[in-house]
């Protein structure tokens, strides 16, 4: 039995690597990676020191004052920031700002302002003139109340100095390694798991391995195709990894305040590892399934597009869990459901204080449901593997065990 899987998945992992494209998105993979690493190095250098070098440009303000209860000087004084112009031209203003001689302009009045813009921008919703004319009206109000500006301005800085202290987990600090992980694992099912049904379809369209089906038994095959589609993706996910542990030995210091791989919690990292070989497995064996109900490669991607969903909608249900904190009772639910707990378990494991039996239940649940639908995957490519035709459908393929298993209980 050893020899026989030895001998196919290790045919069909040489096929997969000797591929160029495969070769090929093994070294992208790597140059992104490393690419990665170097990115907040590239980012704070360049982009942060344009940026800041943006904010912290004094900007040329041109207002018209049409309020007489203002004081020009006082008004300036709020307006530090600014290097600011006074007009009495509305027109000229404009002109101004039109022609980048004014960042922006205003009018004045008792009660409204009118601002002028070259172009509108994401940065200008928080505004620091709304703010500092604001202030100033602000203060004015106050003082014709009668009352002392400093004195409630002293009052409303002297709050409370809040603490917050952690009981269970801090999820924001795991937040970016989980998120990560999570995308890492959503793009290694998409990605292999079509290459595992298109490896499982491929003998049913050109007969290249035809003495090897039929001397073979499916259960050994199919376990083949998938342990050499695990090996493949161990070897360029590794790429991955190499590429940006590279660049981040040489970046350390500009991920201190992102993450820190030595931060990663054991439980998260342990639980991460075990529902993704799980995980992996189950939805390599959920392709294969697909793609033993196929005659022709060209029919795959029409097949497995059930399973493509599926996945799909396991990962925003794990964007969900990360977004939502994790405790929703939907979320348990995910966590134990065997097509979403790769996704969402090692979510939950860290972000909350879960037990190990919560785990261990939802690993277990997960491991024999991968058995379950490699065991169904057998029987499929067994009935099908040498049947020519159109490709069934799973109805059909459940119809089709269904009288198998009466026929067999007959005899």
Request: charged fraction near 20%.
């Amino acid at each position: 039995m050893l020899n026989k899987i030895k001998l196919i998945s290790s045919f069909e992992f040489k096929q997969l690597i000797k591929n160029k494209s495969y070769k090929i998105t093994t070294a992208i993979f790597f140059a992104l990676a490393l690419l990665a690493a170097f990115a907040p190095r590239l980012i704070q250098g360049n982009l942060f020191k344009s940026i800041t070098e943006e904010f912290n440009k004094t900007q040329k303000l041109g207002i018209i004052i049409n309020d007489d209860g203002i004081d020009e000087s006082e008004l300036k004084s709020f307006l530090s920031n600014y290097e600011v112009h006074l007009y009495t031209d509305e027109e000229k203003l404009k002109d101004d700002v039109l022609s980048k001689e004014l960042d922006r302009g205003a009018i004045i009045d008792a009660a409204s302002i009118q601002k002028f813009v070259l172009n509108s921008k994401l940065t200008d919703m928080g505004d620091s003139l709304d703010g500092a004319l604001n202030e100033y009206r602000y203060k004015k109000l106050i003082e014709a109340e009668g009352l002392d500006y400093s004195k409630i301005k002293a009052l409303e800085a002297n709050q409370y100095q809040i603490n917050e202290v952690i009981l269970g987990k801090d999820s924001k600090q795991n937040y970016f390694i989980i998120y990560i992980l999570l995308f890492l694992l959503y793009m290694i099912i998409l990605t292999y798991g079509q290459i595992t049904a298109t490896s499982v379809a491929k003998e049913k369209n050109d007969r290249t391995m035809e003495l090897l089906i039929t001397s073979t038994k499916p259960k050994y095959l199919i376990l083949s195709k998938v342990l050499a589609t695990v090996f493949s993706a161990v070897l360029q996910v590794s790429a991955i990894f190499i590429g940006f542990a590279v660049g981040y030995v040489f970046n350390k210091e500009y991920w201190s305040d992102i993450f820190s791989i030595t931060s990663a919690p054991i439980q998260l990292v342990v639980t991460f590892i075990l529902f993704m070989i799980a995980g992996f497995f189950l939805y390599l064996f959920i392709f294969a399934t697909l793609g033993a109900l196929v005659n022709k490669i060209e029919e795959v991607s029409q097949s497995i597009s059930s399973a493509t969903i599926l996945i799909v909608l396991a990962y925003f249900g794990a964007i969900f869990a990360l977004t939502t904190g994790s405790e929703s009772s939907f979320v348990t639910f995910l966590s134990y459901f065997p097509l979403t707990s790769p996704f969402v378990m090692f979510i939950r494991a860290g972000m909350l204080n879960i037990s190990i039996a919560e785990v261990a239940i939802s690993f277990a649940i997960l491991v024999i449901s991968a058995y379950l639908i490699y065991k169904l995957a057998c029987d499929i490519y067994r009935l099908g593997t040498l049947q020519y035709g159109n490709r069934m459908t799973l109805k059909q393929a459940f119809k089709a065990l269904r009288e198998d298993k009466k026929n067999k209980n007959n005899e």
